[in-house]
């Protein structure tokens, strides 16, 4: 079992920047694959960053390549998202998630088997 809690969401002016962190709970955070997906009102929820937990490497949206940087502390099992150059199209609910022990890295949803409760990420223009 794999419990996720985010935090660090909140109203911003668009060029700022965000942290987002989300703290994992369970014996096997350390050998999970994260990521962040973010949904926005009335489209699908996205990809935005993921890291895979062996080596470091990351897969980004390209919309937020060079804005936002994922990484992880393993030893704080916490995850964290740096949003900088934040734009409104940015504005989303931000979710974190674990994913599924099958898969090294991964894109879609339903390759994640947990997930975090959310938090709101609103950039004013």
């Known amino acids: 079992q794999v419990q996720l809690v985010e935090s660090g969401g909140g109203l911003v002016q668009a060029g700022g920047s965000l942290r987002l962190s989300c703290v994992a709970s369970g014996r096997t955070f350390s050998t999970r694959t994260l990521g962040w997906f973010r949904q926005a009102p009335g489209l699908e929820r996205e990809l935005v960053a993921s890291i895979y937990y062996a080596d470091g490497r990351t897969d980004y949206a390209d919309s937020v390549k060079g804005r936002f940087a994922i990484s992880r502390d393993n030893a704080k099992n916490t995850v964290y998202l740096q949003m900088n150059n934040l734009k409104p199209e940015d504005t989303a609910i931000y979710y974190c998630?674990?994913?599924?022990?099958?898969?090294?890295?991964?894109?879609?949803?339903?390759?994640?088997?947990?997930w975090g409760q959310g938090t709101q990420v609103t950039v004013s223009s």
């Open positions: 998630a674990a994913l599924k022990p099958a898969y090294i890295i991964g894109r879609l949803t339903t390759s994640y088997d947990y």
